[in-house]
């Protein structure tokens, strides 16, 4: 598992419950958990990044089932 910070992007490649992370294999299936309200969203690697600080970059589909967009960055816990 991972903590640490996740902000949502909207140029994600593909559509639907998709993330960018630095190092996870393509195609990894990643429970996000955002820490401050327990709720989860699974999603799939599909991209690379985030660089400088975050550690996965959902889909704003997928940031959207855990935090309102509008938040901007929440604090999660990511299970493979």
């Given at each position: 598992?991972q ?6 992007y ?7 419950l ?17 820490l ?12 690379r ?9 959902p ?22």
């Amino acid at each position: 598992s991972q903590v640490g910070e996740a902000s949502w992007y909207s140029f994600a490649p593909g559509s639907g419950l998709t993330a960018a992370h630095p190092w996870l294999p393509f195609g990894t299936v990643v429970t996000v958990t955002n820490l401050e309200n327990g709720k989860t969203v699974q999603v799939v690697i599909n991209d690379r990044g985030p660089f400088g600080g975050r550690i996965i970059d959902p889909s704003n589909e997928a940031f959207a089932r855990i935090a309102p967009l509008s938040q901007g960055v929440a604090q999660v816990r990511l299970s493979w």
